[in-house]
């Protein structure tokens, strides 16, 4: 069975992990030194970058038979 291809490029899978990551250690970095609610926008770009990384790894196991065929 052949694997599905993925939009993202192993650079790009690994630089968006390195985002993932860093907007979330960001976060409660920013909720303990900030006096407002700046920081949830870093927990919405991390979202944002997991939904992406979800998505492509969903391509990359779904066989290319059946990728076609959508």
Do not use: E
């Not at 630089?15 to 970095?29: E, I, M, R, T």
């Not at 920013?30 to 920081?39: E, G, K, L, Q, T």
């Not at 991390?46 to 059946?66: E, F, N, S």
Request: glycine share 4%; hydrophobic share 50%.
């Amino acid at each position: 069975m052949d694997q599905g291809s993925s939009f993202l490029s192993t650079r790009q899978r690994r630089l968006a992990w390195l985002g993932f990551l860093l907007a979330a250690v960001q976060a409660p970095v920013a909720a303990r030194f900030s006096d407002d609610s700046s920081w949830l926008l870093s927990v919405v770009v991390a979202l944002m970058v997991a939904t992406v990384i979800i998505a492509d790894d969903g391509a990359r196991r779904r066989p290319a038979q059946a990728r076609s065929s959508d």
